[in-house]
């Protein structure tokens, strides 16, 4: 009797909650609050590709853990700490630009992006890709070269800010004269950011990528390098051949033309394509009835 009274002591103290004080409710907002806002950051920038590779290799220490593989073990806590310094090491940019953030006086509207949320994931308007097409079609034919970058859910802020700072609103033209002969931002890149060109003359990381063609210049190794690095879709105009290319995920895809081009900026857009669609079968159908 006296064991099965000690039992419901032991389990009635589980049910009772804990003494919860307004330090500590502050405690865990501050510590949520820093938690989403990291993990945000994480995802936005090239880091969250490293996470990612960070898991896959917890991964294979647990499993080597659990079955008691002595030598991985061994291979990983000799390379446990070299393997903090190079990820301190790769995460460099992005951990600079948070810190420039924080002794900023701004330090509410860099962490709490409103603004930026919301123009960050509106995509490009029917108008915009138009006239991106009209662009890239205009300096394929007269063989200027080019090189456009579109920014999707990675942040290009980092290689935004090696450029000039434009905000224009998308127009064939403006991008024509950009990239015109003897003009002072003909050179380097333009980042298009939804339905805005934002900055321009901009530097952007050279792919090591062996397996382009050696007849290829800067410019297209620039674009597949920034496609390495982020989930951004570069179009690149040859001045040479005046050929049209597109670099997506590192990869390189060559002799793209107007319709090409429209269709895989439909795709990016972020728009159902079907709708798109069923809404050009609809204006038809009324033309037809008219």
């Not at 290799?57 to 700490?81: G, N, P, Q």
């Not at 006086?105 to 995509?123: A, F, Q, W």
């Amino acid at each position: 009797m006296e064991a099965i009274r000690r039992f419901f002591q032991e389990y009635i103290r589980f049910l009772i909650p804990p003494e919860v004080s307004v330090v500590d409710i502050l405690e865990i907002l501050i510590i949520a609050f820093v938690i989403y806002h990291v993990s945000i950051w994480v995802k936005n920038t090239r880091a969250w590709t490293l996470v990612k590779g960070i898991l896959v290799l917890f991964t294979v220490y647990l499993v080597a853990y659990l079955l008691d593989m002595s030598v991985i073990m061994w291979i990983f806590e000799r390379t446990l700490a070299i393997g903090i310094t190079a990820v301190m090491i790769v995460f460099q940019p992005e951990l600079r630009k948070a810190l420039e953030q924080l002794g900023q006086k701004r330090i509410v509207s860099s962490i709490i992006p409103l603004e930026d949320s919301r123009e960050k994931y509106h995509r490009f308007s029917d108008r915009s890709i138009s006239e991106i097409v009209k662009a890239a079609v205009e300096l394929a034919k007269d063989k200027t070269g080019a090189l456009i970058i579109l920014e999707r859910d990675i942040s290009l802020s980092e290689y935004e800010r090696t450029g000039i700072n434009l905000d224009s609103v998308i127009s064939s033209q403006l991008l024509i004269n950009i990239f015109e002969h003897n003009t002072p931002l003909h050179d380097g890149a333009v980042i298009i950011r939804g339905n805005r060109i934002v900055a321009a003359t901009c530097y952007l990381p050279l792919s090591d990528n062996m397996g382009l063609s050696k007849e290829l210049g800067t410019r297209h190794r620039a674009g597949v390098g920034i496609s390495e690095v982020s989930d951004s879709m570069t179009i690149i105009v040859s001045e040479e051949t005046g050929k049209i290319s597109l670099a997506i995920g590192g990869k390189l895809l060559r002799n793209v033309d107007g319709e090409l081009l429209r269709k895989k900026l439909d795709e990016i857009q972020g728009k159902n394509l079907e709708e798109k669609n069923r809404k050009k079968r609809w204006k038809g159908i009324r033309r037809t009835e008219k």
